[in-house]
């Protein structure tokens, strides 16, 4: 079986900072592409940043230049940096992960459970 777990969010004020990070255990051979999603009360799920296992970026018009993903191969760990924090950030921030599986490599796409992000003064 394959977790992928959120950790990172809380509440900060406008122009703050916040480092989400998603961590994979379990029976995994490798991780390919991973993006981080949101979603705000009464809107959809929308992507926020992806990232391939190449190293490969990608984001959301609404964050380019503030937000930074990246990860740690080693530690099956994506991290999603996010600087000058706006109130329109606030949402549930979740982990979308494309997993290939020990021991008989089948890949499938796992969420975590949910991270809050709160921006307020």
């Known amino acids: 079986q394959v977790q992928l777990v959120e950790s990172g969010g809380g509440s900060v004020q406008p122009g703050g900072s916040l480092r989400l990070s998603c961590a994979a255990s379990?029976?995994?051979?490798?991780?390919?592409?991973v993006g981080w999603y949101r979603q705000a009360p009464g809107k959809q799920r929308e992507l926020v940043a992806r990232?391939?296992?190449?190293?490969?970026?990608n984001y959301a018009d609404s964050v380019k230049g503030r937000f930074t993903i990246s990860r740690d191969n080693a530690k099956n760990t994506v991290y999603l940096l996010m600087n000058s924090l706006k109130p329109e950030d606030t949402a549930v921030y979740y982990c979308?992960?494309?997993?290939?599986?020990?021991?008989?490599?089948?890949?499938?796409?796992?969420w975590g459970q949910g991270t809050q992000v709160t921006v307020s003064s």
């Open positions: 979308n992960g494309e997993v290939e599986r020990l021991p008989k490599h089948y890949q499938d796409a796992y």
């Open positions: 379990g029976s995994i051979f490798s991780i390919n592409a």
């Open positions: 990232i391939t296992s190449g190293g490969s970026t």
